[in-house]
T-cell receptor, first 117, second 114 residues
Framework: KQEVTQIPAALSVPEGENLVLNCSFTDSAIYNLQWFRQDPGKGLTSLLLIQSSQREQTSGRLNASLDKSSGRSTLYIAASQPGDSATYLC????????????????FGQGTILTVHP | DTAVSQTPKYLVTQMGNDKSIKCEQNLGHDTMYWYKQDSKKFLKIMFSYNNKELIINETVPNRFSPKSPDKAHLNLHINSLELGDSAVYFCASVNQGSGANVLTFGAGSRLTVL
């Protein structure tokens, strides 16, 4: 059974700092890994998706890496801003790309990020 | 706005009642999901429908009955509500037919059972 763990559970940093969020998963047979952002009272917003064959993805100040064999991913946020404050969730999709696993994501608990001015 | 819309956003009810949460997407997606986020913040899949056909049912109690009248709607009906059903329920959709990978989530429906 796939388990996803995120460390730290919460992080508070001053504006401008670079930071790293960690995600680990127990079953390396994944199809892809996604990082989401969750804002209070709102849905999840997909930030980055890394296919199992990829090592990293970048979008603006965000960079996500994937080491499938060791079951780890990191989300790097450069020059953090107060607007980055949110809960960041990591989710993996099982390696069986068939219809029954489509969208069957296993999520971590999330890291609550607070960036203060 | 193109989106996944859930109603109601908040629902407070007594144990034993029956309630429904509705979900609609106007994205033209063919697959819809219900996820549950419990008090520990874990999001777990409950159901998935593809073109109105149930394809994932994650051993959810049969008090929960999803209904998909058409591929743009996936409603969740819960009978005999229990305290443990209190959670935030998220609807999501994706266009599986196009091979898309990223699910679009609704804003969530917070259910509180007293």
């Amino acid at each position: 059974k796939q388990e996803v763990t995120q460390i730290p559970a919460a992080l508070s940093v001053p504006e401008g700092e670079n930071l790293v969020l960690n995600c680990s998963f127990t079953d390396s047979a994944i199809y892809n890994l996604q990082w989401f952002r969750q804002d209070p009272g709102k849905g999840l917003t997909s930030l980055l998706l890394i296919q199992s064959s990829q090592r990293e993805q970048t979008s603006g100040r965000l960079n996500a890496s994937l080491d499938k064999s060791s079951g780890r991913s990191t989300l790097y946020i450069a020059a953090s801003q107060p607007g980055d404050s949110a809960t960041y969730l990591c989710a993996v999709r099982p390696g069986d790309a068939g219809g029954t696993s489509y969208g069957k994501l296993t999520f971590g608990q999330g890291t609550i990020l607070t960036v203060h001015p | 706005d193109t989106a996944v819309s859930q109603t109601p956003k908040y629902l407070v009810t007594q144990m034993g009642n029956d309630k429904s949460i509705k979900c609609e997407q106007n994205l033209g997606h063919d697959t819809m999901y219900w996820y549950k986020q419990d008090s520990k913040k874990f999001l777990k899949i409950m159901f998935s429908y593809n073109n109105k056909e149930l394809i994932i049912n994650e051993t959810v109690p049969n008090r929960f009955s999803p209904k998909s009248p058409d591929k743009a709607h996936l409603n969740l009906h819960i009978n005999s509500l229990e305290l443990g059903d209190s959670a935030v329920y998220f609807c999501a959709s994706v266009n599986q037919g196009s091979g898309a990978n990223v699910l679009t989530f609704g804003a969530g429906s917070r259910l509180t059972v007293l």
